[in-house]
């Protein structure tokens, strides 16, 4: 690559002056004092001395003047690998120097421009760092939620809880749906004869049991009440087989109820049977409640009746209204029951028996 630099203000400028002081001369006085060695010291001698001396010094000035410019370069250079520059450098000497230092400055002032870059990027970083940590919070807190709702409304209703406008599942209306109630028969009377604990563990065992045969048909659990529970099927999936559903959980939850019985019979502990009545027809279905809490639950005749079957079913048997009848009939093994008073109610409500 050739060399632009020629000018008197550049170390290869300056170069033949140095060499000249630095050798020329001296090689020059050299031969004359060679030529006439048989002169004695004179003025001329001694001029020509000095004037070599003074081309030596002078030349070694000028070389020392350019490494103490490559000293300095040195260590301006040598702060940036400490963190301790983040201005450029300036400094008067040789064009080459200069130039050095130029470059040296435009990449500092990249490397500056980076660090800056890549401190505002960790900045950002720790950002998405404390909104990811947010979100993984939220996230544990939605499903820890999700599972505390799970255990009484199924995690199907919870999907449509959160699927839906506002986190309501259905605006309040009238519906036809099919209740069911379920209830532990004499529980009061064995009950007194237990600890609180076993009680609560009896509890806990039943509605943990019978809780899961609900959604696992489909069905919303309304409440507990005491030692029953009240579930709701035909609204998770509207497509007129709620009745079918809630007679299949009956059944099912009498199945797991006499297992129970007998674990519980082998272990030496209080064996219970439980009555369940089932009733289809139309009821409010919605949300009641305060702006602070609103529950789901059904309201209506056809709940009344529900819980009135479930009163005269014994213990193991289920009782079904004339409305789930024709829903199932042909489907399940009934009989006619016959018909039972209901407060408000001017005539018979016919029900019937579900064979096992």
């Not at 604990?197 to 009896?202: L, P, Y």
Request: aromatic share 8%; charged share 25%.
């Amino acid at each position: 690559m050739k060399s632009n630099y020629k000018s008197s203000k550049s170390f290869i400028g300056k170069t033949p002056v140095i060499l000249i002081m630095l050798g020329i001369l001296p090689f020059l006085l050299v031969i004359y004092l060679f030529v006439y060695e048989n002169l004695n010291v004179t003025t001329t001698v001694l001029f020509l001395s000095a004037s070599a001396l003074f081309s030596i010094l002078t030349g070694y000035s000028f070389m020392r003047r350019s490494a103490d410019q490559l000293v300095r370069l040195a260590l301006e250079t040598k702060s940036i690998d400490t963190g301790e520059r983040d201005n450029p450098i300036d400094i008067t000497a040789d064009e080459e120097i200069v130039d050095i230092a130029r470059h040296f400055n435009s990449m500092l002032k990249k490397v500056n421009d980076m660090n800056r870059e890549i401190r505002e990027q960790s900045v950002q970083l720790m950002i998405y760092g404390k909104d990811l940590a947010r979100s993984y919070q939220l996230i544990k807190e939605e499903e820890r939620l999700r599972d505390r709702l799970g255990r009484y409304v199924g995690n199907t209703l919870v999907e449509m809880l959160i699927r839906s406008k506002d986190g309501l599942l259905i605006e309040n209306e009238w519906r036809e749906v099919t209740i069911l109630f379920a209830d532990i028969r004499q529980f009061s009377s064995f009950s007194e004869n237990m600890s609180a604990e076993d009680v609560v563990a009896m509890l806990n065992q039943f509605f943990g049991t019978m809780v899961d045969i609900v959604f696992k048909n489909k069905g919303i659990l309304d409440k507990f009440i005491g030692d029953s529970l009240m579930a709701v099927f035909g609204i998770i999936k509207p497509d007129g087989s709620g009745a079918y559903d809630a007679v299949t959980a009956a059944l099912e939850m009498q199945d797991a109820a006499e297992e129970l019985a007998e674990k519980r019979g082998l272990a030496g502990q209080e064996v219970y049977h439980i009555g369940i009545g089932v009733n289809t027809g139309y009821a409010i279905f919605g949300s009641v409640g305060s702006q602070n809490r609103l529950d789901y639950t059904v309201i209506g005749d056809s709940v009344n009746i529900a819980a009135r079957l479930e009163k005269i079913a014994k213990g193991g048997g289920i009782v079904i209204g004339e409305g789930t009848y024709h829903k199932v009939v042909g489907k399940f093994k009934m009989s006619e029951k016959g018909g039972i008073r209901i407060k408000n109610k001017k005539e018979p409500v016919v029900c019937y028996d579900v064979a096992r």
